[in-house]
């Protein structure tokens, strides 16, 4: 069973691993994940899930935990995250990395780098919040809690557009790299992100109530 899933597990590990610094090793992720996987064979209840699906979200839990512990973000790149995000957050439509450098004075590559650091802090927030929604399930204090967050997210999507929702829809629930999105929208892979940038940053302003999106 765990083998039928190691295509999978590799793809996660490699589709997270494209805005991640060359330091993080594409293996460890792969192993993070097949540890994990193996971890929740015990816990798998047929009647609440598919295998895959039950799997495969641990195996991104397991994945994006890793991550968490081996924080390795500067401090000059956490203000170039900030600016960037704000940038974004007060544009009226998507803008460009080149327009990005120009409203916050820093460099091209130094925008590329941070909005890829950006993109990662985002899936880390989404992903954290799923795992509130999902597997926090004891209790009725946690489960009002649950009830309560999903209700504040359908609210939050429900006010982004159509392409944001669809954009999102694509990543999240069908997915899909930002490269098959690309190609399903025909537009380019930084487009898609700044996409879904944006519409991470809507969210997390309306469910967290973070004044800056940052």
């Known amino acids: 069973m765990i083998r039928s899933l190691l295509p999978f597990i590799k793809r996660t590990a490699e ?10 090793e594409v293996d460890d992720l792969i192993q993070e994940g097949i540890v994990a996987a193996l971890s929740s064979l015990e816990r798998y209840d047929p009647s609440k899930a ?12 397991a994945m994006y935990d890793y991550l968490r512990k081996i924080d390795w973000m500067p ?7 900030k600016m960037i995000e704000r ?5 009226e439509e998507f803008p460009s990395d080149e327009e990005i450098a120009r409203k916050t004075g820093l460099e091209l590559k130094e925008v590329v780098r941070a909005r890829n650091e ?26 009002a809690y649950r009830e309560l967050l999903v209700e504040e997210m359908k609210k939050a999507i429900e006010k982004l557009s159509d392409k944001e929702k669809l954009v999102l829809s694509l990543r999240f629930e ?3 790299s930002l490269k098959e999105i690309a190609k399903v929208l025909d537009v380019s892979e930084s487009r898609v992100s ?7 940053l809507k969210i997390k302003k309306e469910v967290m109530g973070d004044d800056q999106a940052g």
């Not at 589709?15 to 993080?24: C, K």
């Not at 401090?75 to 995250?81: A, D, E, I």
């Not at 950006?118 to 489960?143: C, F, H, S, W, Y």
């Not at 700044?194 to 991470?200: E, G, M």
């Open 15 to 24: 589709d997270l691993a494209q805005t991640l610094p060359p330091n993080v």
């Open 50 to 61: 598919s295998f895959t699906t039950f799997i495969m979200k641990r195996v991104k839990g």
């Open 75 to 81: 401090r000059n790149l956490r203000k170039n995250v």
């Open 87 to 91: 940038a974004i957050y007060e544009s």
């Open 118 to 143: 950006m993109m990662r802090k985002q899936l880390l927030m989404i992903d954290a919040m799923e795992d509130e929604i999902v597997l926090k399930t004891e209790g009725p204090d946690e489960n």
């Open 174 to 176: 069908k997915d899909l």
């Open 194 to 200: 700044q996409i879904i940038s944006k519409s991470l």
